[in-house]
Nanobody, 128 residues
Framework: QVQLVESGGGLVQAGGSLRLSCVAS????????MGWFRQAPGNDREFVAS????????YYEDSVKGRFTISKDNAKNTVYLQMNSLKPEDTAVYYC?????????????????????WGQGTQVTVSS
C-alpha cells in the first residue's frame, strides 16, 4: 500500500519561504506521478504542482509559477515543494498525492479524482 507523509509546514510571514517534503513508501514508484495540492478553508482542493519520478517534466498552477518549485530525490523517495515569496493567499493545507501513470496517464494531472493516494496534509499559514 502506498503511504505518503508530508512535513515542513508552518507559520511564515509574507515574502518568506518554506520547503515541504513528501516521503513515499510502499512500492516502487518509477511509473508514478506525484502532485502537490492545497485546500484553503471553504474552498475545493486545488492543484499546485506535479512531476514524475522518471523524467524531469514539471507542471505548475499559474498563481505559483516562478515562486514554487517541485523537485524530487529518487534515492530518498521524497518529493519537495520549495515555496518562495509566499503570500497570505497561499495559506492552506498542502497535500501530497500520487498516481500510477500506467493507469491514469491519459487523465488530467490537475484533477484530484485522478490521484488515488494522498498524504495527511501539512498546514501552511502565511501572515500579512
Amino acid at each position: 500500500q502506498v503511504q505518503l507523509v508530508e512535513s515542513g509546514g508552518g507559520l511564515v510571514q509574507a515574502g518568506g519561504s518554506l520547503r515541504l517534503s513528501c516521503v513515499a513508501s510502499g512500492r516502487t514508484f518509477n511509473t508514478y506521478a506525484m502532485g502537490w495540492f492545497r485546500q484553503a478553508p471553504g474552498n475545493d482542493r486545488e492543484f499546485v504542482a506535479s512531476t514524475h519520478w522518471r523524467g524531469g517534466n514539471t507542471y505548475y498552477e499559474d498563481s505559483v509559477k516562478g515562486r514554487f518549485t517541485i523537485s524530487k530525490d529518487n534515492a530518498k523517495n521524497t518529493v519537495y515543494l520549495q515555496m518562495n515569496s509566499l503570500k497570505p493567499e497561499d495559506t492552506a493545507v498542502y497535500y501530497c498525492a500520487a498516481r500510477n501513470s500506467v493507469v491514469y496517464g491519459s487523465s488530467s494531472i490537475t484533477g484530484t479524482q485522478n490521484y488515488p493516494y494522498w498524504g495527511q496534509g501539512t498546514q501552511v499559514t502565511v501572515s500579512s
